[in-house]
């Protein structure tokens, strides 16, 4: 079992700055890519960032590019994603997402219970 804690989420006004943080903890071999996911609550969320082991960001979404960074801590299990220049339609839960394998060498992706970002004036 591999547990997700995210926090950072909250309300902030257009412009505004919030740092997203998720950190992994339990059955963990290995950690390959890790995410940040967002979407309306109940519906299948979009992939906004992606990260790398070795600490590269190999994604950002279109709307996001320029005003998001994804980095992560592989020594902590630890994904960042500092956003900035936040918008309106930046509103949304964001999801941590880790694909890993377990110990036993088995892959497994991992969702988190997901974060409200609200951007509102």
Request: hydrophobic share 30%.
């Amino acid at each position: 079992q591999v547990r997700l804690v995210e926090s950072g989420g909250g309300t902030v006004q257009p412009g505004g700055s919030l740092t997203l943080s998720c950190a992994a903890s339990g059955n963990i071999y290995i950690i390959y890519d890790m995410a940040w996911y967002r979407g309306a609550p109940g519906k299948q969320p979009d992939l906004v960032a992606r990260i790398i082991r070795e600490g590269t960001a190999d994604y950002y979404a279109n709307s996001v590019k320029g005003r998001f960074t994804i980095s992560r801590d592989n020594a902590k299990n630890t994904v960042t994603l500092q956003m900035s220049d936040l918008k309106p339609d930046d509103t949304a839960v964001y999801y941590c997402n880790v694909d890993h394998f377990e110990r036993t060498r088995n892959r497994v992706t991992v969702w988190g219970q997901g974060t409200q970002v609200t951007v509102s004036s």
